[in-house]
């Protein structure tokens, strides 16, 4: 099934990618416990490495204070 999926999408190298990124959407949609329960990770901390800062908000942040940005 992996190799059918790689032929979709070839930038899937290997298949814990997939895992990663499930988690990850989880995480967007989930509180913290309900991911650790769905992923079967023992401990809290397993799930929390998964979470990904908000680019989209750091991004914004960065375009706003970034001094070479900032309208004089």
């Known amino acids: 099934m992996f190799k059918a999926m790689q032929k979709l999408s070839p930038e899937i190298l290997h298949p814990k990618q997939i895992r990663a990124s499930v988690i990850t959407h989880w995480l967007k949609n989930y509180n913290l416990r309900q991911v650790q329960y769905m992923a079967g990770h023992k401990y809290v ?3 929390e490495r998964y979470q990904l800062n908000n680019q989209d908000e750091l991004q914004s942040k960065l375009e706003k204070l970034h001094p070479l940005n900032v309208n004089k």
């Open 45 to 47: 901390s397993s799930a």
